[in-house]
């Protein structure tokens, strides 16, 4: 096609991506934009919004300031790395775990492949009051099939020790089919035949999995990395639910403290700046891992 043909192509194209374009610039780049701005204000939220109130509300980089020197900061961010050094390892352990079960040619696996990917579909809410139910020391079945082994089971969501643990367990159950997927169909990627070659030298199952099968899962592994920690870094709805940054704030995280500042102290310019300290954090970590892709994943199949 001549340079000509693609330029009246391109022209042709643009009223079917105009919506688009207009759609992703009113709800996506304006307000990424505004939310600037109204960091660096102290508006309630409240007051309607315009030039002359964020003006009237300016107050610089008082906000970042005031976050960056206060304790709750350091606590809060703390408490999310806490959550992080938890759910990462255990998400990826249980993903990859389905990933290879799932993978087998056995009967039925389709249904099973169904059944793993049922709590990702079910709502945050609905997850979060039935591990609240599991997880209640009254009442819940966990603590009673701990006793049953001898164990008396802590109060998970009740306790400054436990809860951050019980909403990782919650979180791992909720996300697993979700990440075992991505590794599932890294799986069915790889070549059988390296497998057949590695069985005529005498490889076992084993050697296999950790010379064949994850060097040459290393692309969606780094994809589930990535993915996990911005979930991560957005830890909020069950949080809410089961604990609501309780007990003792042992579980208030970045996300809550930005809807906290925000709809219940009605400090929008304090709860923005936040959610942009967020932002350069996961963006810092983000670039990180990309650069350091290089040296452990591999991209040959």
Known sequence: M??????????????????????????????????????????????????????????????YINILTTSEFWKVLGHTLYYIVLYIPLVFLASLGIAVILNKNMKGITAFRVMYYIPVLTSWVAASLIWKWVLSPQYGIFNQLLSYIGVRGPSWLTSEVWAMPAIVLASVWKDMGFFGLFLLSGLKMIDTTYYEAARVDGAGKIRQFFSITLPLLTPSIFFCMIMSLINAFQLFPQVMIMTEGGPNGATQVMVERIYTYGFKYFKMGYASAYSWLLFVIIFVLTVIQMKGQKGWVHYES
């Open 2 to 63: 001549s340079k000509k043909k693609k330029q009246q192509a391109l022209i042709r194209s643009v009223p079917f991506m105009l919506p688009s374009f207009v759609g992703m610039i009113i709800f996506s780049l304006l307000p990424i934009v505004i939310s600037i701005f109204i960091s660096l204000t102290d508006w309630n939220g409240l007051d309607k919004l315009n030039l002359n109130t964020l003006s009237q509300h300016f107050v610089g980089l008082e906000n």
